[in-house]
């Protein structure tokens, strides 16, 4: 499977915007980008997915850079409530998913 | 929530006994999943099922049997629970239309206690 690389933490301030990366140099023509968050005591939830393009929905924007090779996950103004772990993952085809460690986000009022 | 309910959300049990956990869903999707969650490892995958009868290994699977046996049903068992399954079993389901891995809806989990 092809990896990704996130930080290990972020933090961000209420009400600002929040940009997380995601590093996959190794991405293949047919991964799709996928970001899931884990808030507290609860299981992951889907957040967004691309495969070339930006993307946006009523959570999240999608960026993905032009070679694929990166992409950030941008929330556009922080809540308390978006304090979560973010995970980055490809997936391509029907495979499950693989989660890694994710990027814990801290939101500070 | 697409409909997905985990039983027993807690449970207690101890080391050598047989433990089953149930995920349904209601909404009859083909894909389903079972991970396993625990500080310092994040979220493993133990087995999925692309439909009735027909599951596969994931990273985690030993000690560790499903079963598919209806659509909306997807069954964990550990045939003698061991303390290092303690840990917090999360269900989940796909709902991409496509055919393809999409968007995954979780269960709540079930927190599993093996003393």
């Known amino acids: 499977d092809a990896k990704t690389t996130q930080p290990n933490s972020m933090e961000s301030n209420e009400e600002e915007p929040v940009h997380l990366p995601c590093n996959h140099s190794t991405i293949s023509g047919t991964d799709y980008i996928h970001w899931y968050r884990q808030l507290p005591s609860q299981g992951p939830e889907y957040v967004i997915h691309g495969l070339t393009s930006n993307v946006n929905n009523r959570m999240a924007s999608l960026a993905i850079a032009e070679d694929r090779k990166s992409s950030t996950l941008i929330l556009h103004r922080a809540t308390l409530r978006d304090a979560a772990v973010y995970y980055c993952i490809l997936i391509s085809g029907n495979t499950p998913l693989v989660f890694g460690k994710g990027t814990r986000l801290s939101v500070i009022a | 929530d697409a409909g997905i309910t985990q039983s027993p959300r807690h449970k207690v049990t101890e080391t050598g006994t047989p433990v089953t956990l149930r995920c349904h869903q209601t909404?009859?999707?083909?894909?389903m999943y079972w991970y396993r969650q625990d500080p310092g490892h994040g979220l493993r995958l133990i087995h999925y099922?692309?439909?009735?009868?027909?599951?596969d290994k994931g990273e985690v699977s030993d000690g560790y049997s499903v079963s598919r046996s209806k659509t909306e049903d997807f069954l964990l068992t550990l045939e003698s629970a061991t303390s290092s399954q303690t840990s917090v079993y999360f269900c989940a389901i796909s709902v991409s239309v496509e055919g393809a891995t999409g968007e995954l809806f979780f269960g709540e989990g079930s927190r599993l206690t093996v003393l």
């Open positions: 909404e009859n999707h083909r894909y």
């Open positions: 099922s692309y439909g009735v009868k027909d599951t």
